[in-house]
């Protein structure tokens, strides 16, 4: 994972964004998308995004083999409709597969504990402490909101990696109380956590009560 900070080269301002909105980086005639990383603030001065290296790929080899500090890039605008609430009377609830944590840690670093904001529970499913992204970023905003529960998966853990709980995120690793509670969830991963989701939808068509009509997610 390499960690880029885009500053516009006059100096300028730059367009604010929401917690879960993308900016598309261009290098080259190639155009990718990258999840915005740093606090959503009004008026910022850079964005933030990682880049995961993709073998074969243009835009990530690039960035990790050739991209300099002070290297000029084309972005467009932040955009996307994957927003998250700062203000919420109902529990947040985000489910996290590897590399899809990004859009999440934008969110992450805009909440700031206070009152109105949602307790948020997030669920980071990963291999092993190695390809978890962020980690150490995601344990000092654990310190640090006292609104935001953390639960870290690893389903092949090696000596010495600390996590939550072992195997893959399921269905069953949902608190029923945040069912009860209504909650929101927004989901990034796998497509097999997304069925595992889907099944949760299912199962809360037949609940009273809409927990599981308000379900949002991305591939």
């Given at each position: ?90 529990p ?16 992450l ?21 190695e ?18 529960t953390l ?16 195997g ?16 929101r ?29 308000r ?5």
């Amino acid at each position: 994972m390499v960690g880029l900070t885009l500053r516009p080269v006059d100096g300028g301002s730059i367009p604010v964004f929401r917690p879960g909105q993308y900016i598309s980086l261009r290098i080259g005639e190639a155009i990718r998308s990258y999840s915005l990383t740093g606090a959503a603030i009004t008026a910022p001065d850079a964005y933030r995004i990682g880049v995961r290296h993709i073998e074969g790929g243009q835009v990530s080899t690039a960035v990790r083999h050739k991209l300099a500090p002070g290297d000029i890039v084309e972005l467009q605008s932040p955009n996307g409709s994957f927003v998250l609430p700062l203000r919420n009377e109902f529990p947040v609830v985000l489910i996290a597969g590897g590399i899809g944590i990004t859009p999440f840690l934008s969110y992450l670093e805009t909440l700031e504990g206070g009152v109105g904001e949602p307790h948020v529970t997030l669920h980071y499913s990963c291999r092993d402490g190695e390809s978890r992204p962020f980690q150490h970023r995601l344990e000092a905003l654990r310190q640090g909101l006292p609104n935001l529960t953390l639960v870290t998966h690893l389903s092949r853990p090696r000596s010495g990696d600390r996590f939550d709980r072992l195997g893959r995120f399921t269905v069953s690793d949902i608190d029923a109380e945040l069912l009860r509670k209504r909650a929101r969830f927004y989901m990034c991963a796998s497509d097999a956590m997304m069925e595992a989701m889907r099944e949760l939808r299912r199962a809360g068509q037949n609940r009273r009560g809409p927990p599981s009509r308000r379900l949002s997610a991305v591939g």
